[in-house]
Nanobody, 124 residues
Framework: QVQLVESGGGLVQAGGSLRLSCAAS????????MGWFRQAPGKEREFVAA????????YYADSVKGRFTISRVNAKNTVYLQMSTLKPEDTAVYYC?????????????????WGQGTQVTVSS
């Protein structure tokens, strides 16, 4: 079982940068692929980025490709989301998630564990 805690959210101006962190519990962190999702008011949860167990391969939604970078340091049980060139439409609650059934997944229903989320607000 994995427990996830996000941090690093906050208020940032458009064009700025922010780095989110997700700290995981347990000794089995490296067995899980990790993902970031986000949800804005009135919208469904959407996929942002994912990374395989070893960190060798990453995947991104088209809307963030080239601006966001997902990474992980298994020795620290931590996954990161570096966000740059932020836009107001990036405003959402960002969630960290873990799954062990696939190399990676962009479907929220495939993930086994979720953090409580961290708010990111991008102002113009």
């Amino acid at each position: 079982q994995v427990q996830l805690v996000e941090s690093g959210g906050g208020l940032v101006q458009a064009g700025g940068s922010l780095r989110l962190s997700c700290a995981a519990s347990g000794r089995t962190f490296s067995n899980y692929a990790m993902g970031w999702f986000r949800q804005a008011p009135g919208k469904e949860r959407e996929f942002v980025a994912a990374i395989t167990q070893s960190g060798g391969t990453t995947y991104y939604a088209d809307s963030v490709k080239g601006r966001f970078t997902i990474s992980r340091v298994n020795a620290k049980n931590t996954v990161y989301l570096q966000m740059s060139t932020l836009k107001p439409e990036d405003t959402a609650v960002y969630y960290c998630a873990a799954e062990r059934s696939y190399l990676y997944s962009s479907r929220s229903s495939d993930y086994d564990y979720w953090g409580q989320g961290t708010q990111v607000t991008v102002s113009s």
